[in-house]
């Protein structure tokens, strides 16, 4: 009977990656929070640690940039080696984001660091204590836009006990991420793995549970697209099945809570309400809040005032009571409008706006070396929200948001 082998599958760490949504916080907390993911690897190495895994698969994007920091790097490289301490090998492959250390990151000093360190699908042959072997396959990034398939590279190798896979890449074509490394399910099906470690995709979601094929979302959400929990899979492989089970590592959480609106006539109300649930639901973290069901008189307020203004004001009073909690956005879940199309100008408007593109939307902004960095890719969700949004405030502003309004 075979030896029952443990490891880790993460991916996505983005070390260094700025987090979208602090200009609302003080000085002190934007430090703080800069240093999660950073914590949540120190968790990802002491679970390692206590589950006392036999290695360590890290698939894609350790860094957020193709040049990382030096403090960045020192911070890997410690956690390396306290891997190493304990024994536990580490193989890792870089993605899109951090390609450009492919060629030059090195870790010839730690015996039990294994880089992928071509683009081209190598093995690694992991032999435990026991002489329990694993093939390990993957590659790595070595230009930031790989269009090529992969997946025919990868090969069933004979004369070991496992076989794991490591792809950082895309199911196909998505419309939240560009295809990078686009692959077939049906041919990694075919191969054959013991288990198949995806990365590059920030959502933790399994394509296949037989062989499985997985990806471990991210260990530290960056922006409120990446809410919940975000962490790892503790693999074990053995005769008669493989199986995983994910543990959080992420410091903070992004979530989004809904408040009802229909009882909520004034600035007051509305005050009352969000301190009321800040008080006692809001938890360590970053929380949108959507109000679903506006009344006629809070939608008023909100097109005919700053909230920005508001949310300021109740990330102030989240500082001043000592709560970790940031507000990011507080938004209207607005109900389907139509403009009316029997006035020329209304269906001028109407049809521009249908007929705008989402590439020309801002394209300067996303498309600028520096901004972009700091931005999340604006998806088909985003562009129909501020269609949605566009046509809501053109409705109220021009006949004030009471007629034509979809049940």
């Not at 700025?18 to 950073?38: D, N, S």
């Not at 890290?58 to 920091?69: E, R, T």
């Not at 951090?98 to 039990?112: H, S, V």
């Amino acid at each position: 009977m075979k030896e029952t082998l443990r490891f880790i599958h993460a991916a996505d760490l983005h070390l260094d990656r700025p987090f979208v949504g602090l200009a609302q916080m003080g000085r002190e907390h934007v430090e703080k929070m800069k240093k999660t993911a950073f914590q949540a690897l120190d968790r990802l190495i002491d679970l390692a640690i206590d589950q006392k895994v036999h290695f360590v698969v890290i698939v894609g994007d350790i860094f957020d940039q193709a040049l990382p920091s030096i403090y960045a790097e020192v911070q890997l490289k410690r956690a390396l080696t306290k891997l190493a301490e304990h024994n536990i090998s580490v193989y890792i492959s870089f993605g899109n984001h951090d390609y450009e250390q492919t060629n030059k990151m090195t870790f010839d000093y730690l015996e039990n660091v294994h880089l992928f360190d071509r683009q081209q699908v190598t093995t690694y042959t992991y032999s435990s204590a026991s002489g329990t072997t694993v093939a390990i396959q993957g590659f790595s990034y070595e230009t930031r836009h790989v269009k090529e398939d992969f997946s025919s590279q990868y090969s069933f190798i004979d004369n070991v006990d496992y076989r794991v896979g490591m792809l950082h890449g895309s199911l196909g074509v998505s419309d939240d991420h560009e295809p990078y490394a686009p692959f077939k399910l049906e041919t990694l099906k075919q191969l054959g793995f013991d288990y198949f470690a995806l990365g590059h995709i920030h959502k933790r979601h399994i394509l296949s549970e037989r062989p499985p094929i997985v990806y471990s979302g991210n260990i530290q959400g960056g922006s409120k697209k990446e809410s919940g929990e975000k962490g790892c899979y503790v693999v074990e492989l053995n005769d008669l099945k493989t199986t995983y089970t994910f543990h959080p590592l992420q410091m903070v959480k992004y979530e989004t809570e809904t408040i009802d609106g229909s009882t909520i006539d004034s600035l007051d109300d509305l005050w009352s309400i969000l301190e009321s649930f800040i008080d006692h639901q809001a938890q360590n973290g970053f929380l949108s809040i959507v109000i679903e069901n506006p009344s006629h008189q809070l939608r008023s307020l909100y097109h005919d005032n700053d909230f920005n203004d508001l949310l300021t004001s109740i990330n102030d009073y989240c500082q001043l009571n000592d709560y970790t909690v940031v507000i990011l956005d507080i938004s209207l879940q607005h109900k389907q409008v139509t403009l009316d199309q029997s006035d020329p100008f209304l269906r001028t408007l109407a049809n521009k706006i249908s007929q705008s593109k989402q590439k020309d939307i801002a394209a300067d902004l996303f498309d600028h070396h520096r901004a972009k960095r700091f931005l999340d890719p604006l998806t088909l969700e985003d562009f129909s929200k501020a269609k949605e949004e566009a046509i809501d405030y053109l409705h109220y502003a021009l006949v004030g948001g009471q007629a034509n309004e979809s049940k």
